[in-house]
């Protein structure tokens, strides 16, 4: 695999690790103070980041693994929740949701050797402000549609990633955006590349850093994934 096309694929797992949270619909729920969702026995677990806000979301994220198999982890679950749960099989995964007062928690878990391993998140839809226009303050070719705006504010270096999906192909995303960007100040990294099936670029402006990733989707679609580092 080129340089290239491993970090377009890198990309596209820290994007999953997140989305994989979210694929559950939420109660409208309010408040301000996170739950801690029980936990099973001998369960490693750490935190994807110490603050997501995803789409103008309030959401806290953590991975685990445990040497139990999947299925007591779900039954852990449904018996600690009283069977106030919505479960969901997603090809080698099943999601577990439970609502309780205001906020919405989604387990996924999947097999793992003997073992299994997943991601639990919290949600709190009540922190959503009214009017969130995702993607904005960032350059879109005409005619793209943001799926995702996830932030990380309170990580070391606070972090932004945008994803937006278009009809243009990687090299036309790739240089519309060298354009625009270059119009807003950014500079160009010397490991700019493409490569036949995506594109990666980086740019600077001071002490900030931001990343492009154009991945060619199928029918004549891109996505394309943007990070913005800023100190």
């Given at each position: ?78 018996k600690a929740w ?105 500079k160009p990294v ?42």
């Amino acid at each position: 695999m080129s340089a290239e096309l491993a970090l377009i694929a890198r990309a596209r797992i820290r994007l999953a690790r997140v989305f994989a949270l979210l694929l559950l619909p939420i109660a409208a729920i309010a408040g301000s103070s996170f739950p801690q969702p029980p936990l099973p026995e001998n369960i490693e677990i750490d935190p994807v980041a110490k603050r997501i806000v995803y789409n103008g979301l309030e959401m806290r994220a953590s991975v685990f693994r445990s040497p139990q198999p999947a299925a007591e982890i779900i039954a852990f679950y449904e018996k600690a929740w009283k069977g106030r749960v919505v479960i969901d099989a997603l090809g080698d995964t099943t999601v577990v949701g439970h609502g309780d007062g205001d906020y919405f928690t989604s387990v996924r878990v999947a097999a793992d050797g003997a073992g299994s391993k997943g991601e639990i998140g919290i949600v709190n839809v009540g922190s959503a402000p009214k009017h969130f226009e995702p993607g904005k303050g960032l350059p879109k070719p005409m005619g793209s549609k943001v799926f995702n705006d996830i932030a990380y504010p309170d990580d070391p270096v606070p972090a932004r990633t945008v994803a937006l999906r278009n009809g243009l192909s990687a090299k036309q995303n790739a240089a519309f955006f060298r354009e625009r960007l270059a119009g807003e100040g950014w500079k160009p990294v010397a490991d700019n590349a493409c490569a036949q099936r995506g594109c990666v670029l980086g740019f600077e402006r001071g002490s900030a850093n931001l990343s492009l990733v154009v991945i060619a989707d199928t029918g004549g679609q891109s996505q394309v994934v943007i990070t913005v580092q800023q100190p």
